[in-house]
């Protein structure tokens, strides 16, 4: 691997390991909230008589919503040392605040770590040294790198929403195949973000006009990139690290309960491969549950809306091929290299 990628890919996995805890720790509480309340057609978990798993899901969100902040700010931290946390940190939670999601924040991220690094590189008298680390870097990156997401990046996210769901409702009207391929992909892209976001609003839309069959499309394609990662690294446990198998574990979890935030650590260590690899397998359970007349009554996916789901054999098999078919190709993908070497203790 080329030094420039060896050294994108560190900042990465710097920022993957930081944030697998919040991921695991919201990614739980949000499964036995979501688990044990019961579902309710056409609005899903109902929590009106379960304040004790309402409390669960509030502090399981709370989680969530430090993910992409805290993804930034460590891989900023990866590149510039401390001086990185702050501005990698306001950049992940604006990047979060105008929709740009999962992949804002790794932007938000390496933006924040350049700024850093050339603020570092600038010649300055040496009596503001001292103070260089602890005040003029946080306040001038976190400025130039919140401008640059609010003013630069934020605009064309939002024209890039309104845009998709036109197309979605283009395609609603009798291109299921293409509907189907297009909802996968977006449900996998981001993993959460605006743009899976976008189809999965667009699957509760189409709920309440009284079509159910989207919304199964979204159900299946939802819990595919967390449930095949996670059984790739049980197919072929030697070539994964164990910090991977550890995630892999956490992702078969919140897989089982329709949280693609699962496939965030994997898709931060190595996007190019990761991302276009649960694109496929989610457009391929997403056509196969749209062909089959699969129906999801609650807004929600992954095997727990399996008792208000139309067709749920088609939305197994679904699941299962879009699972098999991610792990498959991500172990094919990752090269038949030699395995991992165990960390020395």
């Known amino acids: 691997m080329p030094s420039p990628l060896r050294q994108l890919k560190q900042y990465l996995l710097s920022g993957v390991s930081h944030v697998i805890p919040f991921v695991a720790c919201g990614g739980i509480l949000i499964a036995v909230a979501v688990g044990f309340a019961p ?15 309402k409390l669960l899901m509030t502090i399981g969100e709370a989680a969530f919503a430090l993910v992409v902040p805290v993804l ?23 990047a979060q605040t105008v ?32 103070i260089m680390p602890i005040l ?14 609010l003013l630069v990046l ?44 976008a189809a999965f ?3 509760v839309a189409m709920i309440k006009e009284g079509d159910v069959s989207v919304m199964g499309a979204c159900a299946a394609a939802i819990c595919i990139p967390p449930l095949g990662l996670g059984l790739a690294t049980l197919l072929r446990p030697k070539h994964w690290s164990e910090q991977e198998r550890e995630s892999g574990a956490a ?32 457009s391929v359970g997403a056509v196969i549950a749209l ?8 807004p929600h996916g992954g095997l727990i809306v399996l008792p208000v789901i139309d067709h749920r054999v088609a939305y197994l098999l679904a699941i299962a091929t879009g699972t098999l078919l991610v792990a498959l190709a991500m172990n094919l993908l990752k090269g038949w290299k030699r395995p991992v070497t165990p960390e020395p203790p």
Do not use: C
């Open 291 to 298: 062909l089959w007349g699969v129906g999801d009554h609650a």
């Open 154 to 197: 934020g605009p064309p996210i939002k024209g890039l929403m309104l845009w998709l769901s036109e197309v979605l409702h283009h395609l609603g009207s009798g291109h299921r195949l293409w509907l189907g391929l297009l909802l996968g992909s977006m449900i996998a892209f981001d993993m959460g973000g605006p743009v899976n976001k």
């Open 39 to 53: 579902m309710r057609p056409g609005i899903g978990p109902d929590f009106s008589q379960a304040p004790t798993l």
């Open 72 to 94: 930034s700010g460590y891989i900023a931290f990866g590149m510039a040392d401390r001086p990185g946390l702050v501005p990698g940190f306001v950049g992940g939670a604006i």
């Open 136 to 149: 003029i870097i946080p306040v001038v990156a976190s400025t130039l790198v919140g401008a640059l997401l």
């Open 201 to 203: 609003f667009f699957g």
């Open 99 to 130: 929709g740009a999601g999962f992949l804002g924040g790794i932007a938000a991220g390496l933006l924040a770590g350049w700024v850093v690094q050339a603020l570092k590189r600038l010649p300055l008298p040496r009596n503001l040294r001292p």
């Open 251 to 282: 992702a078969l979890a919140m897989g089982a309960i329709g949280i693609t935030e699962g496939a965030i650590p994997f898709a931060a260590a190595d996007p190019l491969r990761v991302i276009p690899t649960i694109m496929a397998g989610s």
